[in-house]
């Protein structure tokens, strides 16, 4: 089930998917003053062209690693920014791979979404096609245990039930890195530890019925599994990186819409500094819009102290930390990620006129 919301000071309308079947519901009427009648069909055809090259397509995650496209739509920052020509529509994804899918289908322009899946997204799309214009936040994910799994130490693993992502996504990559480096294998390569891919919901079921032994997941889930459910946070991750730093979030976008929309992408990008700047300086109204947003979009608000607590183990910077992107590459190649033939990350990065990436 997905759904997207497209927003516009001056031609608003609501899209939701629900199962396959897609509903439009006008909210906003345009009215045109009087017009020629022998002008009226190249009138409309010109505004539905314009209304076709205006539009922009953002997809991100409900959860607080993508805190600066969440509080840039609910602070109607990106709106403002972008000015009212341009249509902007709204598509939440649960996962980096689902995202990844719909700029290869050509329903979204630009997302927010892991390294593994921009790093994916690139080498296989199109002409390479998928591009990296800029990091969003670093760190934010962490390896709990039960408290009745017994899992104190790496090997402790062995035997165990382990929830991570979907596959391929970052904390998965993570996740089957670790075990390797710890010589441990998934069952399904002859190992003796379950990996189960299953979005961060139902790891959070699973893991109250006491069904799985650990989970590495982002955050807030990382946080909610501690706090509410009695976790042992055994590390974050950000601890196995050099300097503490790792590429979690980053922008990506179809190539061939930036160069054809350059300017509306320059406002996007001049909104999406600002946030980063804006949250890491106020982080308890960053919280509370976060929050807001949340609530109006999907019916229920994270507790704050849940909030406050992820955001302390984020860092959300610009800086696409293009080491650790290189690092996360080399990971997924060993997994078998990014085929047979080798890799190649030439051209990962596309640099705007603003700079970035």
């Known amino acids: 089930m997905g759904w997207r919301r497209l927003v516009g000071a001056k031609n608003r309308l609501l899209f939701i998917d629900i199962g396959g079947a897609k509903l439009m519901k006008p909210l906003y009427t345009v009215v045109a003053g009087a017009a020629l009648t022998l002008a009226v069909t190249a009138w409309y055809a010109a505004v539905q062209n314009d209304a076709e090259e205006a539009t922009m397509r953002v997809a991100f995650f409900p959860n607080i690693a993508h805190a600066v496209p969440v509080v840039g739509m609910e602070t109607g920052s990106f709106e403002r920014n972008i000015g009212n020509i341009t249509r902007l529509e709204v598509r939440l994804f649960d996962s980096g791979p689902q995202a990844i899918e719909a700029l290869f289908s050509g329903s979204i322009d630009m997302a927010y979404v892991g390294p593994g899946p921009a790093i994916n997204g690139f080498l296989k799309s199109t002409d390479r096609d998928i591009r990296i214009l800029a990091g969003a936040a670093s760190g934010g994910s962490s390896m709990v245990a039960h408290t009745d799994s017994g899992i104190a130490l790496a ?111 320059s406002k996007w990008l001049e909104v999406h500094h600002s946030m980063i700047e804006w949250i890491n300086d106020n982080p308890r109204d960053a919280r509370d819009s976060f929050n807001r947003y949340v609530e109006s979009e999907l019916g229920r608000p994270f507790p704050d102290d849940i909030i406050d607590e992820s955001m302390s183990n984020i860092l959300f910077t610009a800086d696409p930390l293009k080491e650790s992107i290189e690092t996360f590459a080399l990971r997924a190649d060993g997994l078998g990620y990014l085929g047979r033939d080798g890799y190649d990350l030439n051209g990962l990065y596309m640099e705007t006129h603003d700079g970035d990436a």
Do not use: H
């Open 155 to 265: 090997e402790d693993l062995r035997g165990k039930r382990v929830a991570a992502p979907q596959i391929s996504n970052t904390q998965d990559i993570s996740l089957r890195n670790y075990l390797a480096e710890n010589g441990m294998a998934p069952a399904e390569r002859g190992g003796s530890v379950t990996v189960l891919n299953i979005a961060n919901p139902d790891t959070y079921t699973l893991f109250a019925k006491g069904e799985l032994d650990a989970a590495w997941v982002p955050e807030p889930w990382a946080t909610m599994l501690v706090n509410e459910l009695d976790g042992q946070r055994l590390f974050r991750e950000e601890e196995m990186w050099p300097d503490g730093r790792f590429a979690s979030v980053v922008l990506v976008a179809r190539g061939q819409f930036v160069e054809e929309n350059p300017t509306v992408v």
